[in-house]
């Protein structure tokens, strides 16, 4: 859907600030909680928490993650579902969410409406409280960013260091062929799994595969290895090797674990889990790699601002 | 400092966003702690919170918040104190920060540097770390979001509801003209203040005058009453009765707090206490307004997206 509207009585201009904030309270329904614990105060007021938190921000921006080819909804579903994805990755849990929008005065109020449904059907499904944001004009642009607060679903945080040499590598679901096939915008964050992975032992290290498998993974090595990719990558149909490395917005879990009796133990427990969704062993690090694995530098992930 | 550079060496598209997050950790020094406290996981790890918690997200907007007329470091100054002073409001403290930057590409370094070392002297001032971000390419503008959480300084968090019939209302420092005289970015937020505030029983709501008096204090009012300013405002110089009303980003406290014998009380403590910064008594919560007094509805604060 194109977000901008040639006519005024349907932009958000013509309606301004106060009454579209009435109008996103009403849209976010029950996700939105009364000020001062949500919309309304100067801060939103949150409870205690007895754990370690997590906190995360990313944004959506027109253009560039979303064009006029998805509908509104998709893309307040994208925006909450992204930064869902980077606490699943440590293995949290949500706790609330603020939104900070930059909006051209043209964007149509219909625009808008798609936006906030989609997302509050994203927040209800996870029980995320939007606690407050702020909208701004800002000319000839749409910036959506939303900061995430969480807790540790369990008593572990799974980060991105910790890997071992030789440890196994893991992801979850198909890489590659996310735009194309709109998966950018109608994944699922892997949650559910993401803290089951952080409550065992034998898994190491943990991240979101969110700019290609190719730009991600050499964060999760251990210093003085490579990744070596000695399995077939599961890859969406029609994507060739590179695709799946470097085609970016996968949102899948890749995480290193502990090898021999261990990784077997993990692959059963996780198909009784999550009968549905597919694990794979793609590698292993290594010191070096072996003649004929792909090498990963000779692909290059998704980089912004070039 | 205009923002763009025209000679692509000297921009952020020519580093990269890797390199570019490199810069900014060096840059941002002692306030950005290590992964993954800090800058360099999918989330930042964040202590539990005994009490309650503060969130709150403002942004600085190229052509709305700042243009070339001052300097790259005040824009990050001014982007970190707009939250501080929302936290004030509630009788705060900061915990941690995130920013949110979406970047044209010929976004020049230089101005990327000094917009990061300004953030970061009032960071070390406040002791705030800033644990995480994201940049993302935006083209034409420059929008820098910033979600700062918080805690209750003491036992009492003070919200907007709370003033009653009765009630006396009370500004700090002084009002109008802020963009003129340059305070919308040299401004002190008012933390010590607020939670000083919020510690006195006496005082009942508070917020922080960002939209103009005019637009703001009508928040405060008790249901049934209207403010009544029967008192000079203080203004800053060169600001007439309008200007003090309506100009907008004072980022001072105005609040209401009980008459009599506890008003006087209370004035006499903030003048020990804060001898250097001004309190003055604007006037009252009545049930109708007196003939002569201003009606605030006749001035119009700022309303963004018009």
Request: charge should be positive; include cysteine; hydrophobic fraction near 45%.
């Amino acid at each position: 859907m194109h977000p901008f509207t040639k006519y005024h009585p349907e932009s958000v201009a013509a309606l301004g600030e106060e009454a579209l904030i009435g109008r996103i309270r009403r849209w976010l329904g029950p996700v939105s909680p009364r000020a001062p614990f949500g919309i309304g105060d100067d801060c939103a007021v949150l409870p205690g928490a007895r754990g370690r938190q997590l906190l995360t921000v990313d944004p959506v921006v027109y253009g560039r993650h979303f064009d006029d080819s998805i509908p509104a909804r998709a893309v307040g579903t994208k925006l909450l579902k992204r930064n869902l994805s980077d606490l699943a990755a440590m293995g949290g849990r949500p706790s609330a969410a603020v939104i900070a929008l930059s909006l051209d005065p043209r964007t149509s109020l219909r625009w808008v409406e798609g936006f906030y449904c989609g997302l509050a059907a994203v927040a209800r499904r996870h029980g995320v409280p939007v606690v407050g944001g702020d909208i701004t004009q800002a000319e000839g642009v749409i910036v959506a960013g939303l900061t995430l607060l969480g807790a540790a679903a369990g008593p572990r945080v799974l980060t991105r260091t910790g890997a071992r040499i030789g440890d196994l590598i893991y992801v979850t679901g198909r890489l590659g062929g996310s735009l194309r096939s709109g998966h950018h915008w109608k994944f699922t964050p892997r949650l559910a799994e993401g803290a089951w992975l952080a409550d065992r032992p034998e898994v190491r290290a943990m991240m979101d595969v969110s700019d290609g498998l190719a730009k991600d993974l050499p964060a999760l090595a251990p210093a003085g290895t490579v990744p070596v990719l000695d399995r077939a990558l599961p890859r969406r149909a029609g994507c060739d090797l590179r695709a799946a490395l470097t085609d970016g917005e996968d949102y899948e879990l890749v995480f290193t674990a502990a090898g021999g009796a261990a990784a077997i133990a993990l692959e059963r427990a996780w198909r009784k889990k999550f009968p549905r969704v597919r694990l794979t062993r793609i590698g292993r690090f290594a010191r070096a790699l072996p003649p004929g694995a792909p090498n990963l530098a000779d692909y290059h992930g998704y980089e912004h601002l070039r």
